[in-house]
């Protein structure tokens, strides 16, 4: 599921987005201020970041160019009480992908978040991911090799899709945990390790000698798309 960081200081809006979103088929998560939300740009992967202007602590625009400037590109979709078109133009020019402005419409905005996903290549829960011969249909969960069903365990699809996600990119052990167990990062635990080795023994050839699901050694694990 893509992921979804909202920050907005107010809790009924920001708990109806959360909602809505997750009802989509989303996971969605909330930060009521700005440095909360910095502090998870910074320390979590998301897909997409909804992006309240007006922010206790440090603003929208702030909170953007701050991300950017430190190499986040995750798409913003910018969302604000202001029509001002210079606000729109300032956030654009800040680093944000889409502007939308309060009061809106449900529909519109899952639109936009949509369409922000689809440009970005996140996945969404309409499309099928694949690696080899392993094919992923996220609105049933089902998962295939060879065109046989595989059957996964619960946490052993959530792993595959939070590695997957990452599109090849690195998945530390912490964010594995934090993402598909919930737990703290001061958590020391082998349940990763053991689902690894489920998933290596159910969609690679020879799981001694994975060619997909690797190990970063001293890191965590990606999946490598090269061979897709």
Not at 37 to 66: C, E, Q, Y
Not at 163 to 174: D, K, N, S, Y
Request: hydrophobic share 40%; proline share 4%.
């Amino acid at each position: 599921m893509p992921r979804v960081l909202i920050v907005e200081d107010n809790r009924n809006l920001a708990l109806g987005l959360r909602s809505n979103l997750e009802y989509e088929g989303y996971e969605a998560e909330v930060a009521d201020d700005g440095p909360a939300a910095l502090g998870r740009a910074r320390t979590r992967s998301h897909d997409l970041i909804v992006l309240d202007v007006m922010l206790p602590g440090l603003d929208g625009f702030g909170l953007l160019r701050t991300i950017r400037d430190e190499g986040v590109t995750t798409p913003v979709l910018m969302l604000t009480a202001r029509g001002d078109e210079a606000d729109k133009v300032h956030g654009l020019r800040s680093g944000a992908d889409d502007y939308v402005t309060k009061p809106f419409a449900l529909r519109e905005l899952l639109a936009r978040i949509a369409a922000l996903l689809r440009r970005s290549g996140a996945p969404n829960n309409a499309q099928t991911a694949a690696f080899g011969a392993v094919k992923i249909e996220p609105a049933t969960r089902q998962v295939t090799r060879n065109e046989q069903a595989v059957a996964l365990r619960p946490k052993e699809y959530d792993l595959l899709c939070a590695l997957l996600r990452r599109q090849g990119r690195l998945a530390t052990r912490a964010e594995l945990l934090r993402e598909v167990w919930g737990y703290h990062e001061s958590v020391f635990s082998r349940t990763l390790d053991t689902h690894i080795g489920e998933l290596r023994r159910k969609l690679e050839d020879d799981p001694s000698q994975p060619r997909y699901i690797l190990t970063v050694r001293k890191a965590g694990y990606r999946i490598s798309v090269e061979n897709r």
